[in-house]
């Protein structure tokens, strides 16, 4: 089972809400991911989670903030967006050996949309 | 310049055509690479991991160059449902290790 489930799979929110977007995956995989996609782009990378820890911080604002409860859950939290960080929020899991870091399985993402 | 290039397409080839893509990266501390496919609106899956000596799954041949840095998949009888964007990803290990991603080349396959 290759799997990430995200939820939730739309989200539409004013620039006052507090929201958190959800990911979880069951294959024991030990590196998580958050990406951001906006139309005709290819993904772009904002934090890595490795052993719960994390390990990758790509400047994104402080308006969004990541947590990992536990190997299998990662959440993200989205507070005083702006209507450009509306997008396609892609999380992603890989097996971590080693330290070494092997393919990535995407969710099917969240579409976020900021009123 | 791009850390990971690719041509963006797209490229519009008739069913049963052979269709060749090519990726080149920049930093020399790649260490794994990945093609993607992304259909419109949903998340990239996995096609095929990208290894030194090549490797092929049924239609698609993947190979790697890594003294010119350079990616190719080759897909082979086209057909309709090939039509999506390719994405060529590589691993970097510079301390920790991050995924970059290509800019994607669109793919349409026409009847």
């Known amino acids: 089972d290759t799997e990430v489930t995200q939820t939730p799979k739309h989200l539409v929110m004013g620039m006052t809400n507090k929201k958190s977007l959800k990911c979880e995956q069951h294959m024991g995989h030990r590196a998580m991911y958050w990406y951001k996609q906006k139309a005709k782009k290819p993904p772009e990378l904002m934090f890595v989670?490795?052993?719960?820890?994390?390990?990758i911080n790509e400047s994104v604002p402080s308006r969004f903030s990541p947590e990992c409860p536990n190997s299998s859950l990662l959440n993200l939290h989205l507070h005083a967006l702006q209507p450009e960080d509306s997008a396609l929020y892609l999380c992603a899991s890989s097996a971590l050996k080693s330290a070494e870091a092997y393919e990535q399985y995407f969710g099917p993402g969240t579409r976020l949309t900021v009123t | 310049r791009k850390e990971v290039e690719q041509d963006p397409g797209p490229f519009n080839v008739p069913e049963g055509a052979t269709v060749a893509f090519n990726c080149t990266y920049s930093?020399?501390?790649?260490?794994?690479f990945f093609w993607y496919r992304q259909d419109c609106r949903k998340e990239p899956k996995l096609l095929m991991s990208?290894?030194?000596s090549g490797n092929e799954d049924g239609r698609f041949t993947a190979q790697l160059n890594r003294a010119s840095q350079y990616i190719s998949l080759l897909i082979r009888d086209s057909k309709l449902s090939d039509s999506a964007t390719y994405l060529c990803v590589v691993k970097v290990r510079t301390g920790t290790y991050k995924y970059i991603f290509g800019t994607g080349t669109r793919l349409k396959v026409l009847a």
């Open positions: 990208v290894y030194s």
């Open positions: 989670y490795s052993y719960e820890k994390l390990s």
């Open positions: 930093n020399s501390a790649s260490q794994s």
